[in-house]
């Protein structure tokens, strides 16, 4: 009993750590757009830091690079 917990808590702190660390990397993409984008582009609005991680998240799925280094 007492490994099942622990590896349910290890778990969870991993995926907690993981969420946390996508949304600090959002935060560039939250900042460019709502300094520059909002000010250049007529009828753009402000995001919020949420948006601008699922921004993020849907562009990582867009643009992935599928290159391989095979030789």
């Known amino acids: 009993m007492d490994k099942v917990f622990v590896a ?3 778990a969870v702190a991993g995926i907690a750590t993981i ?3 996508s949304f600090l990397l959002s935060w560039p ?3 460019l757009w709502n300094s520059c ?3 250049a582009v007529n009828g753009i609005n402000e995001v919020s ?3 601008a991680w699922g921004i ?3 562009s990582g799925f ?3 690079t599928t290159a391989s280094n095979t030789k």
């Open 56 to 58: 993020s998240l849907l």
């Open 37 to 39: 984008l909002v000010g």
């Open 49 to 51: 830091w949420v948006q």
């Open 19 to 21: 969420v946390f660390i």
């Open 8 to 10: 349910l808590v290890a």
């Open 29 to 31: 993409v939250y900042a």
């Open 62 to 64: 867009l643009f992935k």
